[in-house]
Nanobody, 119 residues
Framework: QVQLVESGGGLVQAGGSLRLSCAAS????????MGWYRQAPGKTGELVAD???????NYANSMQGRFTISRDNAKNTVYLQMNSLKPEDTAVYYC?????????????WGQGTQVTVSS
């Protein structure tokens, strides 16, 4: 069974940095777009950034220049480097990926990792 497992969340002061990782495991034939989404308390979820297999990236405007998404195709892993963090970046961050496996092509989500930025 395909799974996405995130790591790297935590508590950081405003202006600090965190790096999130998300590794896909299971029977995987190929991975398409991988991305990060976030959901803050009382708010709807939003795209943070995504990246395709050719490493073409897409960012939400508010994250452009502060966050960097990357991926290691050999490790089936996507990363999110977050710099200059602000209190409004506090949210649960979810990894998402389109994966072709032995059950066909499906979209998968990680369990989420909490990022808390203190002022």
């Amino acid at each position: 069974q395909v799974q996405l497992v995130e790591s790297g969340g935590g508590l950081v002061q405003a202006g600090g940095s965190l790096r999130l990782s998300c590794a896909a495991s299971g029977i995987i034939y190929s991975i398409g777009v991988m991305g990060w989404y976030r959901q803050a308390p009382g708010k709807t979820g939003e795209l943070v950034a995504d990246i395709d297999k050719g490493s073409n990236t897409n960012y939400a405007n508010s994250m452009q220049g502060r966050f960097t998404i990357s991926r290691d195709n050999a490790k089936n892993t996507v990363y999110l480097q977050m710099n200059s963090l602000k209190p409004e970046d506090t949210a649960v961050y979810y990894c998402n990926a389109g994966i072709a496996g032995n059950r066909g092509y499906n979209e998968y989500w990680g369990q989420g990792t909490q990022v808390t930025v203190s002022s």
